[in-house]
């Protein structure tokens, strides 16, 4: 996992190098300059005392080779012997991006790197790009389908067909918490038993009961304490967002500690 962390800047202690560039609309290169950073700038929440907040990214260690699958091997990794369809970290992983809504869970959004140690080499997997997560889809707030059904689901589609419209869509009594720091996510609608990425999964697909308990054990770690402190750190400027999210993820934890491991997450840990 990458190391995050929330930063503040003013304009005036950004360096563009010389040669940066970006490519507008028609693929062209254009150089980023002071005046095309402001335009970006101008789209986001006005700055505080100055500052903008922004996310730093520690750079991960070890040299990029690519994104892994959720599917066979990497074929350039002598030691990656087992198809990543039938890894349960990632089969299991399905319980954890449930409850934090994590729908954009799929290979671009990972990344190896080959790391040097001091008596051997190998390759370490790392999840990146959590922008879409929760409530957020990166630009704007998640749809209010977000984890009912895929971005192109033909299951949803002919039982549409099927019935002619009349059966209700899963997400269609949902409600929209109308908080622009938050985007939609939500817990009362929230089916812990057949929640959905954006994308399929083939290793979420492969998921057994066995690997969903074993997620859901983990999920069930974490304390309600332990939440507040996590949503605090992320210093919300709305105290609505602040409240509204860590309610959220309490209520989804506990939908998913009930239904896999049949307790709450108090009596599943003591089970232990």
């Not at 799929?106 to 190998?122: A, E, H, M, Q, Y």
């Not at 869509?169 to 109308?178: I, K, S, T």
């Amino acid at each position: 996992m990458p190391d995050n962390a929330i930063a503040w800047f003013r304009m005036e202690d950004l360096d563009i190098a010389k040669d940066a560039t970006y490519s507008d609309a028609g693929g062209h290169k254009l150089p980023i300059t002071k005046e095309y950073i402001a335009q970006m700038l101008a789209r986001v929440s006005p700055p505080v005392d100055g500052r903008y907040r922004c996310l730093a990214s520690r750079f991960l260690d070890g040299k990029p080779i690519g994104p892994f699958k959720y599917y066979d091997r990497r074929k350039d990794d002598p030691e990656d012997l087992v198809p990543h369809e039938m890894r349960r970290e990632l089969r299991g992983m399905w319980t954890v991006c449930a409850w934090l809504n994590h729908a954009d869970s799929r290979g671009p959004n990972s990344l190896d790197t080959w790391v040097k140690g001091r008596d051997r080499s190998f390759v370490r997997h790392h999840l990146i790009d959590f922008g879409a997560i929760l409530g957020s889809s990166s630009s704007g707030k998640r749809a209010y389908a977000t984890g009912t059904e895929y971005y192109v689901d033909y299951g949803v589609s002919g039982r549409a067909l099927v019935t002619l419209g009349v059966m209700p869509f899963a997400w269609e009594p949902v409600v929209d918490p109308e908080i622009p720091s938050v985007g939609f996510v939500e817990a009362k609608e929230f089916d812990p038993s057949n929640w959905r990425a954006d994308y399929p999964n083939p290793a979420f697909d492969e998921r057994t009961e066995r690997d969903s308990r074993w997620g859901a054990r983990i999920v069930a770690g974490f304390t309600d304490e332990m939440i507040r402190t996590a949503v605090a750190a992320a210093q919300y400027s709305d105290p609505r967002a602040e409240e509204y999210v860590t309610r959220i993820l309490i209520e989804r934890r506990d939908k998913l500690a009930r239904h896999w491991l049949g307790a709450t997450p108090t009596r599943a840990l003591a089970a232990e």
